[in-house]
Each structure stands twice: as C-alpha cells, then as structure tokens.
C-alpha cells in the first residue's frame, strides 16, 4: 500500500487556487482567502490544532483560574455534585460516510518508510490515519526489521504538543519572538536571499544520508555562486573514522564492518552494540557468532570479544575480555596490541616494515599494560586470537569516549591492525559505504565561524542542527552569528539555537515528510509521510523549492525544474530524482518501479548490495606522525553519548528520558561516572555532588560509582542540560559540551585533563536498580565456553540448594490443551541494549512517571533490562537480564487478589484485568518477580494534549489505582487468532511477535506456543541451557532463560557476590 | 439466686458465682449502690469539663488532619504516600494490623474473661468493648481507603450476587480478612450493645430531660428490669460471650494469614497466627491500660478501677511479651534452622539491614521493656504501668512496620530491591486515625455509661452475692 494516490503535502499560496467545493459560507469569500493563515489550513491534518482541541476536554488549567472563573467552575461543580446519578456524557463513534480506501476502523496499516536520521527502514503502524508505532522494515538489509529504542521513540516526537506549529520571527536584539505567516518569511527570505550578493549564502545543517536532499541543497547554493556552501556538522559524528580511512587507505569513507563473521572482535573504546549509529545492525550479527545449541555443545564454537574501554558500555559488558583503561589511553593500547602482535611476536606481513617498526618499537606491550595498570597477557591474549581468526577478526575504535585529540592516530593504528590481519576487505569493507560524503566534523563549522565573522556570510540558513548547545562556547558560534544578515532556523522544536536566528520555520516531522536515505552503496530507501502535517508546517526542502521558484533565484537543475513546474513539491523533487539516478538501476516501468519501492520501503540493488570488496592496501605513511611513547599521569575524563540522548538533540522526549542507562539504570539526568577506586580516595559516596573542571570550564554535577571503571578516569553523558528544550527536557542533567576542547580542526571529547572535587552537596539520582549482584540467588546462570562444552546444564555462581529443576508437588499441574504461550530469552544474546523497554512502552501505551517518581521506584516499564555484576568492582563481569512477567503457572499473584482481577487463562497467560482490579496491592507484594506496575496517580495524563494521538487503540489506557503489567502482548495473540479464524486455520510459529521480541536487535527473545514442539519456543524451552528464574518457589513460569556463556578462561571462580556457597 | 426485679437495681449474672476473688478488691472505696449510679452517670448528665473539651478539641484536629490526607489521596491518587513498587504495602497496612490487634483486648476481656468468672473484669468491660468496636472503625479505614479504587473495593470485595456473575475469590486471605473482621465488628457491635442495654435503662430512668429520656428510651429496648428481662438478657449475652471467644482467636489469625500465607521471605511462616493473637492481646491490654490510667484519673474512677485490676492487666502484659518475644526468637531460630537462604536473608536485614532502628525499637519495647512487671511495685505503679504501656504500644506498631516494610523491601530479586519511606501523608494518615479513634471515645465517655453500673453492682458486697 503507498501514499503515492495521495498528496499530502502543504499548498504553497502561489499554487494555490478557491476550491470549487466549499465547507462553510465564509470560504465563498474571497476575502477569506486572501488570508494566508486560511490558505495554509487546508491540507494540515487537523483544521484545529489537536492540543488546543484536546485541552480544552481534559484540561482546565487552574494555574491561570481568575477569582470569577473559580466561583463559576465552582458552582457549577456544587451543582453537578448534587446530579450524581447523572450519565456520562454519551460520545457517539461517527462512522465513515465515505470510507477511505486501505482504511478499516480497527485494522492497522503499515507503512514502510526509512528514519532520515540513521537511514533505517521502517514500518509505519498507522490506525484510522494516526501512526502509533514504528517498528523496523524486515525488508531493509541494514536494520532487517529491528529498531533501537531511539528510533523507536521518534514516534513520541511527531506528537509533542511543544512542536513548533507556525513560522516565528524572532528579534535577535531583544529575544521577542512572533508567529508570521509562511507568505511573509517567505517574501522576507527571498528578498534577502537575492540581495545576499555572490557566494555569501551559507547552509548548516545535520549529516544528511538522503540523496535527493543533498542534491537539492546542493542545487540550491549554485545560485548564489561559488563560495556559497553547506557545512554538515554532527557532534557525534564518526569523523575520525573516516579522517583515518582517507590517511591509511586513501579514500574519505566511513567503513562497514562485518561483524557476522568476526570471530575475534577487539573493541578500543568502540562502543559498536550500544551507541553506534549502526548498532542494531552490528549487535544483530556479533549476536549470530554468540548463539549456541546444546546439542552440538562438544563442538560448540563462539566468537571471542575483547573490549579495552575508558567507561562501562553496553560493548564492554557484553565482551568477554573487558580492560578498563583511562580516557586517552585508547591509543596506547592499540599501539601495544600492535606491538604485540608485529614486534613482539613477529607475525603479518608488517613485521619487516620499517615504517611500522619505527612507529610501534617504543610501545612495548608491558610498559604500557603497566602505566594504565591491566595484565599484559590480556594483549596477547587479544593478539593470538586476532592472529588465529584472521581474515576472519575485527580490530574496532571509534566514538566519542575514545574521540581525544589523539582519535585519527587511533583509527591510522586500528586500520594498521586490520591490514596486518587480513581482515581488511574481509571483515572491513571500504566499499560498502554510499558514495564518499563530506565530513560532519568540526573542521567545516570552524571555518564557517571563521567566514561568518569576516562578515562573508549574509544568509545562513540552519536545519537539524543546534550548535548553540552542541558547540562550545569557546568555538564561538553565539559571536560570529551576529555578523549574518539573516540567520534562518528549520526545526521541529524551539531550541537554544532559535534564540540565535531571525526567522525560525517548523519543519515537518519525519512521518509527515518525503525523502529518501542511502546508507550503503546499492541500498537506497524511501521516506513516505503517514499523515498529512499536523501543524503548518513546511519541509525544509519544500522551503528551498519554494524559495527557489518564487524568487527565481536561478538554480540549477532539478530543483529549478521542478521549482518552476506546475507540480513544484518536494514530493516531486524525490519522483523525478528517483526516476533519474535511482530507476536507471532497476529497469522496466518507472510507475511500476516507484510503485514497488514506495511498498517495501527500500530498492536493493542486485549484485552491489553486500558485494565482498577486495582489500585495500594500507599506506605505512599513515603512521608517520605517531608520537613516541610516554607515560602520563592523572585523572582524565572522557564524554560520551548515552543511549538515550546521543546529542541532547530529542531531550524533550519523555520516552527516552525515562529510558534507564543499561549500565547505571539512571534515568532523568546525566552524572559523573567513577570507578570505585577512585571515589574512595576522593571519598565520595553515591549521590554526592561533584565539581569537575577542565580547563576553566567547571560544572556541578552528582557522582554515580561505577564499577569497572579505571582508577583515573571520569565520564560525563553529553546530550543533557539543556537549556531550551521544552517542558520535558529543558534542564534535564548539566550540560557538558562547554567541556569540549577544540584541537585544531577537531573537537577533543576524550582524554580531558580534569580536576574532581566534592562540594558538599546531594543530588538523588534516579537509578531504577539499587543493588547489582545476584546475591548467590537462582536467578541467572552464567558460564564460561568451557563449562557449557562439558556440560551444556552447567550453572553456577547460586547456592547449590536453591537449585531445583522440579520441585515436587502434590498436585496435579495445569493442564494447556490448545496453545500455551511461552517464551525463551536467551540471555547470551541480549545486549541489555534496551529497545525492547521503548517497543513495549510504544505498543502497550505505558506512561512515563518522571524523575521524583523513578527516585521512589515507581517507574512503569512493563520489561526491564536487570543488569548484575559478578567479579570484582574494579573488573566486573556483567549479565543483563530482561524482567517480565513470567506468567507463571501457580502464579502467587493469583491466589491472594481478593476479586479476581488477575487470573490465569487456559493458554497459560496470567491476565489483569483493570476494569476489575481495586488496586490492593497484594499481587504486587506476592509476585517474587516484582514485575507488576501500580498505578499510583493517572499516570497516562503524562501524556498531554496532542500525544493522546500516540496511544495504541488496541491497549486500554490505565487509570490511577489499578496494577498493570506484561500481557504477552494479548492483542498480537489476539490479532494472529483472528487473522487464522477467518481462513480457518490454527496459528503457526511465527505468526506472533511480541513488541519486546519484534525489534531486539539480537533476537534473543523468542515468543510462541509451548505445546508445539516444533515451534522455536519449545525447542528453546527444551534446551540444556534453558532456566527458570527462581525455580525453586514453584511458580513455574512460562519464560525460560538461557544461559550466558562466556568465551573466556576461568569461570567457577567467579561469584556474584556474597560468599560462596556449597 | 435472687434476681431483684429493679431498672436501677442489681443485675445478677445468674452463673457468674465466684469464689476466687475477694469482692473487697473490686470495688473500693465503701461505694453503696447509688454511688455507683451517680459516679458512673455524673460525666454523662453535666456539662463536660474544660479538659474533656480540651481533649476532644485535639482529637477533632488530628480526625482533621487524616479527613485531609485522605481526601487528598482519593481525589489525586495513592502515590502521596510513600508506597513505591517493591513496597506495595506500608503503614497503612501497619495501622490496621495495629488497630485490629488494640480491638483484641476489648472481646477479651469482655467474653474470654466472662466465660473463665474473672469478675474482676466488671469494671473495665465496657470501656474496653467501646474501646473494640472504635479501633476496629479505625482499623477498618485503612485496607479500605488504601486500596486504588476504594470506591469500587468498598463493595467488590463482598461476594454480592450480580448479573455480570463477578465473584469474588475465595482464595485470597484479603477476603478472608472481610469475613473476618466484618464478622468481628457485627458480634462485637451487638455484645457491647446487649451489655449497654440495663445500664441505658438506668440513665433513661435518670433523665430529666425529655429528648433524653425518648432517646435512652429507645436505645434500652423497653428494659424494665424484670425477671424475663433479666433472664433473656443474660441467656443472650452469655451466647454472645460464647460467640465473641472464638472471634478473638480468629480475626488476628486471619489478619495474620494476610501475611502467612503469602510466599514473600519474613510473611510465610507458621508461627504467625498464634504470633498475631498473642501479639494482638498484647497490644490490646496496653492500650486499655493506657486508656484506664487516664479515664480513672480524668473521670475519678478509682473506685471502680482499682490498683489489682490493673495489677492483673500488667500480668497478662507481661505473659503476652513473654510469647511474643518468644515469636522473635522463634522466627530466627526457623531461619536459621530451615536452611532457607531467602528466610535466613530477610531475618539477618531485618536485624542488620537498613531498617535495624524499626527492628530493635521492636525487640525493647515488646521483649524487654515488659520485663519490669516482675516487680510488683511496679505493676502496681502508675507511671511505670503508663510508661511501659505507651512503649508496649509503640513496640507493637513497629512490629507490624518491621514485618510490613522489612519483608517488602528486599526480597527475591535484588533488582527490584528499594527503600519505604513514609511521607507526611501517610502520617497524617495515621495521626488522624488517632483522631478518630479519639473522637469517637471522647464521644462515648459522655454519652454512655463508661462502667458497667449493673454488673459492678453484682460484685459489690452489698450485691446479690455473699457467700
């Protein structure tokens, strides 16, 4: 199904003609018509804007209550009180007089369609015209149907009440801002546009992976002359990567690294499975090398990863070998690894390398592993492995922990490494990436301030960036922006950089925009809208084209082609490139071709797509400039980007700032992370205040103690504190990018000299785990490859009496005689990485609670992501454990509801009924999983006005007072059961995904019918490896974890804390 | 045995023959059976005093306060209170225990000790079933209004029959508590109402007043003092003594399988109902105590309530703290003993855990404290007793905070393990339940005839029985 019958985009005025049929009298006047505002209504969405509409049902804002409006609302609310038998208003269900085609009240539609932000393909779950959920495009090589929790929670950002909803003019001087109409900014942006005199227009704006928008732009500068230029400039930007290709290999390109056969994967501070932009994609093939059947346990082989990292990511926690080291160290330690492996044991064709030699000789692997304090013998470790799967290994860095000012010499080193293994061509493809793409990296910023402040910039128009907040202060953007003539803003939301522009335009939301993304070479998808513009808002490209065509500015190419045609959309503008650069690929019909791609969502193209590239040869030249060794002291801190807030950019998304950490469980703010060693010499306990400076810069923020960090090191999230965000995120945590130090070019994040002191003071983070070891309880099972090739049922690490697989019973057990739904989580898989937290949230409409409530654990997640330490707190091993309701056969919640408002169903589901549930609490009190969630206030009013839209209608919406909890996902069991009736048929495996198990990147859920025993589910269940949590109570739950195997030496020696029993 | 046909007379508990207690403790004082009239009657037919104004006026306040709090939280939402996800229960739950235990005492005295001839009781029977029926108001506030959705919990939990065929689930031991409690309440009710009725018919016959009269009237039932009256009196309240017994033993019982017979480590354990009962008793004879030493000096009562009864009283506190420490000891020792490392976990928290203050106010207050009673001056002093009953009272409080939150807050799955902290409402909460409980006592001491005038009568020696 496709959009492609129906324009949903915006009228421009000058297109614009009365229509021939009419909704009221009013509009027969053609003074009703000469006003813009009237003009531009048609065609939104809604003809009144959803929030005013909505707020005025539910909402009485009784801040704002004159004296006479209380008494009113008052007597009136006496009055009502004495009709307490009175019905509720009676809301009539209006049906279609017309029904739509492709909409059936009640039936979703799905769309595909791509996120412009990290090239994923999506599917677009829209009800009667509202999209409710995404969830990956099955069909897109990239993602292959999953989602990280980020690009799930996008949906949460199309329906933020505090989007921008007209076209603002902002006074610089005097900060005064005033809503205009898109016929005047725009008359205004054209004059200024033509009178801005040659080569003095400038674009800045986020990476962009979209070919038609890059063409665009690109089109529309070559009207302004040479000079005239767009900057991309992204804070997290992997530009270091793609500095240390161009330096070792030649050419400008960010790699695709395969890590589906990296058998010997070696991460230096490369946090691939967690804050990546391409982590799903790398989490779900790393994950292929980790999963394990039992009956094949003599033979069983597992990749081996080793992480030498400056914090604790979610990388680190899931690799086998993991060495804390100081922020800055990353490249010590590479050239270490490399030393070991070239000098020290003489292997790969470098080893006669003069170049090589001279670069490595002073790194020797002891003085080093020395100075940062770690066991040498972990880098031959590394080595051997590396040198045994070569071809067939992975040497990664990469990411803002690891972007010191040292970052290009880390990526030259790494490259080297992936030569020397042969991996490169194998397991690095240089060719994979789209066509090379300018940097996003600082070096073009400063020189547009640098521009900007010699007066050569007049127009800068500004889209998906914010680099009042993500710049800092030192770079000097704030200063150097005065000096433009016009500054335009495009954004979906008010933000720092606003206050810095003259014209602020709201841009539409990826759902409501065309466009098209290509993020590996011969893969190219499409972004369709699901909904036309809910507010007046405008596309930026649609703001180009229309600028181009009123003021005939001269463009070249497509776009004035398109500009000055009767269909002048940017709709059109993908059409006609697409039939130019993208069709000439396929063959056959175009209507048919656009047809085909606008259904899947994504056009591959055959025998380009996941080609093997030949090996490039690495330039020894490259590490010419390495420095020689030296030992360095002190306190350093990385920054980095946390899962939830990247680069603070959707910091007013209440989905992601309830989001837990997967390492800290904190939510709600960012902190300092430090080891535990160091917190003890400085003495600082958790919760305390800290003062970290760098530099001159210095900020407040309180101290998280986190295990497995080194004795030196500190690291603060980047992405919070920010300062114009919105009612969610405006001063969320303490902004740290005025930490950022410019080196040259570039921006150093990492290896920052800092100074740490307390200051007295107490600030209660809102973690959702409070203790992290297992206390020796049967609750998780954790071995090593050894152990699991002796005996695939191994497990340790809990009490030996607590372990019991059948505890005996008197009475017969339930009986399931059609399906018995169940599940199997394998906790070798799951990265903790938390997208199934955010797809629950999504499909199960489950409310956010905010931070004061998180703090007194009340947080509503119906699946949490468990996270246990086991080890010691300065090396810790970690196991993640995804928590649900187990739906338990004799489940304890059941028996002591005093109205039956949990009950068991004859498919094994424990279901809560909320229209019954009083809210006593008991089940709560009795579940040994603690899984259940209480309503404690209306927690579904978090969702304000406009977000009511976001719900999902097959989910009932609970009140205050009620307990909630996992249900499977009843409405999928139910939609499969529906869907197999009507051709009468029974559900087969497959058929149901639960929301958790439909976007984890790894798989390691599986859902589906116990009684089976062909489905995946049972033959899970029926694995050696398989565990119930807390088996020994006799609940007997219907999920069954796997064990986690780790590919390491040692094992049984490990604890998890407390003594050791048995 | 002479039953005297008088409305003001004596009322002779026709089987209540007792040898074992010299009258001459029971009623000091050289009382003659008018004064017993007059002294018992004189709070309820003059103005009250500036102190009971005083008294009441703060009871009022406090009912204020909890009327707020829980108006707030109906109207907002539970999340007021400090109750969080491990916590699903807090002091709401330690307030009902704690108020259903106080009823204890009351039923005790008044049935228990009636069918065992303990005529010493005679005296602070009334006052100690007034004092059943307001702590079970009380109590019954909490479980109700700390539910979600109290209006709806109000009558779902009543198996009523309904055309959507909703029932409830017998299983669960909340609705056991219903039964139980519910039952309680009623028999309580009409035992103390069954008592009252000779005694309203001696003020009706005082009254003076005619809306007085009309309402004591009423209330007393036609008595007149006859033979049949006293005859079917007597039956009757002998059966509800009967009924009452086994409802002493079964509400805290059932209160406490709310705990038992749940799988949560610190809850599931055996030793519980009989734990409970005697904890309940306990609780219950120190807060009659309490109660007595303030109404006897407040109402000069002395007379009437003498230094042996409270003597005694201290004794079964005594004996009572002796089980209940024995209970502590138990539990541990089960812990221990069992091998179970949840149970062994959650006892050695208890102990040691962020909650060691809760635990060890508990063990003072309840398992040493009480041990000053094996002294006889001091169960026969009057600021020992009130002292040790206040910190009998706040021991068993917090031995229902210490099981409520302790277990709670850590149990299987460290994950999920948090923190209770009560916040102001829920003090509030507990505070106005004092208030009420107060108000409602307050209410009686005025209105009702706080000694039983009829069977104080029957053990004086100008009553119906010389030996």
């Not at chain 1, 190419?557 to 059409?575: F, I, K, P, Q, S």
């Not at chain 1, 086991?870 to 091993?877: F, H, L, M, N, R």
């Not at chain 2, 106080?102 to 228990?112: E, K």
């Not at chain 2, 309580?188 to 003076?208: E, Q």
């Amino acid at each position: 199904m496709s959009f492609n019958e129906t324009k949903m985009e915006n009228q421009t005025p000058q297109s614009f003609s009365a229509p021939r049929h009419w909704i009221a009298p009013e509009e027969l006047n053609s003074s009703y018509w000469a006003d813009s505002k009237n003009v531009e209504k048609r065609g939104q969405e809604f003809h009144d804007k959803p929030v005013e509409a909505i707020a005025l049902i539910d909402k009485l804002d009784t801040k704002g209550l004159a004296r006479r409006e209380f008494l009113t609302i008052m007597g009136a609310s006496m009055a009502m009180a004495g009709f307490a038998c009175a019905r509720r208003p009676v809301h009539k269900i209006i049906p279609y007089v017309v029904k739509p085609d492709e909409v059936t009240p009640g039936i979703a539609n799905y769309y595909a369609s791509s996120d412009p932000e990290t090239g994923a393909g999506l599917l677009v779950k829209v009800r009667e015209g509202r999209p409710v959920k995404l969830e990956g495009n099955p069909d897109h090589p990239v993602n292959r149907g999953k989602l990280s929790a980020r690009q799930q929670s996008a949906i949460l950002d199309l329906y933020d009440p505090e989007r921008l909803q007209d076209p603002q003019t902002v006074d610089r001087a005097t900060g005064k801002k005033s809503v205009a109409t898109w016929a005047d900014v725009d008359a205004r942006v054209v004059a200024q546009l033509k009178a801005a005199g040659n080569g003095k227009v400038r674009v800045l704006s986020g990476a962009s992976v979209s070919d038609s928008s890059r063409r665009l732009v690109g089109e529309f500068l070559s009207a302004f002359g040479a000079g005239s230029r767009w900057v991309e400039f992204e804070p997290l930007a992997q530009d270091e990567i793609v500095q240390g290709q161009e330096e070792s290999y030649g050419a400008a390109v960010l790699p695709v690294y395969r890590f589906d056969s990296a058998e010997a994967v070696v991460s230096i501070g490369a946090d691939f499975l967690g804050t990546w932009p391409n982590s799903v994609q790398y989490a779900s093939d790393w994950a292929k090398l980790r999963k394990l059947d039992s009956k094949k346990s003599k033979t069983a082989e597992m990749s081996k990863t080793f992480a030498f990292e400056s914090l604790m990511t979610v990388t680190g926690a899931n690799s086998d070998y993991r060495t804390p080291i100081r922020p800055g160290d990353e490249l010590k330690v590479a050239l270490a690894l490399a030393n070991q492996l070239i000098l020290q044991q003489g292997r790969s064709r470098f080893a006669g390398d003069g170049a090589v030699r001279a670069a490595l000789e002073s790194y020797k692997p002891e003085a080093v592993a020395k100075e940062i304090g770690f066991d040498a013998a972990v880098l031959a470790q590394a080595a051997d492995a590396l040198w045994a799967a070569r071809g067939k290994g992975l040497v990664v860095a990469g990411g803002l922990e690891s972007k010191s000012k040292s970052a290009v010499a880390l990526q030259n080193v790494v490259n080297l490494l992936n030569s020397a293994l042969e991996n490169e061509g194998q397991t690095v493809d240089g060719n994979a990436a789209p066509v090379a793409r300018p940097s996003a990296g600082f070096a073009g910023v400063k020189q547009l301030i640098a521009e900007m402040n010699a007066g050569s910039v007049a127009v800068l128009v500004l889209h998906r960036t914010n680099p009042a907040f993500s710049l800092p202060a030192s770079a000097g953007f704030a200063e150097a922006v005065k000096k433009v003539g016009l500054v335009i803003q495009v954004s979906e939301q008010w933000n720092e950089t606003s206050l810095l522009s003259d014209v602020v335009l709201p841009d539409h939301h990826a759902l409501e925009n065309w466009g098209d993304a290509r993020i590996r070479k011969g893969v190219t998808s499409l972004q369709q809208p699901t909904l036309a513009p809910i507010y007046a808002t405008r596309s930026f490209q649609d703001s180009l084209l229309t600028w181009i065509g009123q003021g005939k500015l001269g463009a070249s190419g497509l776009a004035a082609r398109v500009a000055n045609a009767a269909e002048n959309t940017w709709h059109d503008y993908v059409v006609a490139n697409w039939k130019e650069t993208v069709f000439p690929l396929a063959g056959g019909s175009f209507q048919a071709f656009w047809e085909t791609s606008l259904r899947d969502g994504v056009f591959v193209q055959k025998g380009v797509a996941g080609a093997h590239a030949s090996a490039r040869s690495f330039r020894s030249s490259a590490l010419a400039k390495t420095p020689k060794y030296k030992a360095e002291s002190g306190v350093k801190l990385a920054l980095y980007a946390s899962m939830a807030q990247a680069d603070g950019r959707t910091s007013n998304n209440a989905w992601l700032q309830e989001f837990p950490d997967p390492i800290s469980t904190v939510t709600w703010d960012n902190f300092v992370a430090v080891g535990p060693a160091l917190a003890k010499k400085l003495g600082f306990s958790a919760n305390d205040v800290a003062k970290v400076q760098v530099g001159s810069a210095s900020m407040e923020i309180p101290v998280q103690i986190q295990p497995g960090m080194h004795g030196e090191a500190l690291a603060i999230a980047v992405g919070y504190g920010r300062k114009v965000a919105g009612k969610v995120g405006t001063g969320v945590g303490v902004d740290v990018f005025p930490l950022v130090q410019i080196e040259g070019d570039s921006l150093a994040y990492s290896g920052l000299s800092a100074q740490i002191s307390k200051t007295g003071k107490f600030y209660k983070l809102a973690e959702t785990q409070w203790h992290h070891v297992t206390e020796n309880r049967p609750i998780i099972n954790d071995i090593t490859l050894a152990e699991f090739k002796k005996n695939p049922a191994a497990a340790n690490h809990t009490d030996p009496h607590l372990r019991m697989e059948d505890v005996p019973t008197m009475w017969s057990k339930h009986e399931y005689k059609g399906y018995r739904w169940g599940m199997a989580i394998d906790l070798n898989s799951c990265t903790g990485c938390g997208a199934c937290v955010i797809g629950c949230q999504a499909e199960n409409n489950i409310p956010v609670v905010g931070r004061n409530n998180v703090r007194i654990s009340r947080e509503m997640h119906w699946i949490r992501i468990d996270r246990y330490y086991s080890g010691s707190a300065e090396s810790p091993d970690v196991v993640f454990q995804p928590m649900l309701c187990q739906h338990c056969e004799n489940a304890p919640c059941e028996t002591v509801c005093p109205v039956l408002a949990t009950v068991h169903d004859d498919e094994g589901t424990n279901n809560q009924v909320y229209n019954r549930c009083v809210g006593t609490r008991y089940c709560s009190n009795n579940c040994p999983y603690k899984v259940r969630r209480f309503n404690f206030f209306d927690h579904w009013k978090s969702y304000e006005g406009s977000m009511n839209l976001v719900w999902n209608p097959d989910v009932t919406v609970r009140s205050r007072g009620i307990m909630e909890k996992c249900s499977f996902c009843i409405q999928r069991v139910q939609k499969a059961r529906f869907d197999r009736k009507n051709k009468g048929e029974k559900i087969v495996d497959g058929d149901i995904q639960t929301a958790c198990q439909q976007t984890c990147p790894t798989d390691a859920i599986v859902f589906g019918n116990i009684n089976d025993p062909e489905s995946r589910v049972s033959k899970l269940h029926a694995d050696a490896r398989a565990f119930r949590s807390l088996e020994i109570l006799n609940t007997r739950p219907a999920i069954s974890y796997l064990s986690k195997v780790r590919n390491k030496n040692g094992g049984a020696a490990q604890h998890h804390g407390g003594e050791h029993h048995g | 045995m002479a039953a005297r046909p008088s409305t003001t007379g004596v009322s002779i508990m026709a089987d209540t023959h007792s040898t074992a207690v010299h009258q001459d403790l029971l009623v000091a004082g050289n009382k003659t059976m008018v004064d017993v009239n007059e002294d018992v009657a004189r709070p309820l037919e003059n103005f009250p005093t500036s102190t009971w104004w005083a008294c009441f006026g703060v009871a009022l306040a406090a009912l204020g306060i909890g009327a707020l709090v829980v108006t707030t939280f109906v109207m907002n939402g539970l999340g007021v209170l400090g109750l969080n996800q491990p916590n699903g229960w807090g002091i709401d739950i330690v307030n009902f225990v704690f108020w259903v235990g106080i009823g204890h005492a009351g039923t005790l005295i008044s049935a228990i000790l009636f069918l065992f001839r303990q005529k010493w009781r005679t005296a602070i029977n009334r006052s100690a079933e007034a004092m059943t029926i307001f702590a079970v108001i009380t109590a019954l506030t909490f479980p109700l209004l700390h539910t979600g959705r109290p209006w709806l919990a109000a009558y779902w939990l009543l198996p009523y029959p309904n055309q959507r065929q909703l029932w409830v689930n017998f299983r669960s031991p909340l609705l056991w508590d219903v039964f139980a409690v519910g039952t309680y309440f009623t028999v309580s009710a009409v035992f103390w109402f069954v008592g009252l009725i000779p005694d309203l018919a001696s003020i009706r016959d005082r009254a003076k007043n005619n809306i007085r009269k009309l309402i004591f009237t009423i209330l007393s039932m036609g008595w007149r003092g006859s033979n049949k009256n006293w005859a079917h009196y007597e039956s009757a309240y002998m059966i509800l003594a009967g009924l009452s017994t086994p409802l002493v033993l079964s509400v805290h019982t059932i209160v406490s399988f709310d705990f038992a017979v749940a799988q949560l480590p610190g809850w599931h354990a055996t030793i519980f109902p009989p734990y409970f009962v005697a904890g309940a008793i306990f609780s219950g004879f120190a807060m009659v105590v309490t109660l007595l030493v303030i109404m006897r000096e407040a109402f000069n009562l002395k007379a009437y309530i003498t230094m042996d009864h409270l003597e005694r009283m201290n004794k079964i506190i005594m004996a009572t703290g002796l089980m209940v420490g024995y209970a502590y000891a138990c539990e541990f020792f089960i812990a221990w003993y069992s091998g179970g490392a949840f149970e062994k976990f959650i006892f050695i928290n208890r102990a040691f855990g962020p909650y060691w203050w809760a635990y060890w106010t508990m063990t003072i207050c309840n398992a040493f404290i009480p041990q000053v009673f094996w002294w006889r001056s001091m169960r026969r002093s009057i600021p020992a007793m009130f002292i040790v009953s206040l910190f009998v009272n706040i021991g068993m409080w917090f031995e229902r905070y210490v099981i409520v939150a302790t277990s709670l807050h850590r149990d299987f799955l460290p994950s999920s393990w948090g923190y209770y902290t009560p916040t102001w409402f829920d003090w509030g909460w507990t505070i106005g339940a004092f208030g009420l409980f107060f108000v409602l006592f307050l209410l009686f001491v005025r209105l009702l005839p706080t000694i039983a005038m009829a069977e104080v009568k029957s053990v004086m020696p100008q009553g119906g029985h010389h030996e």
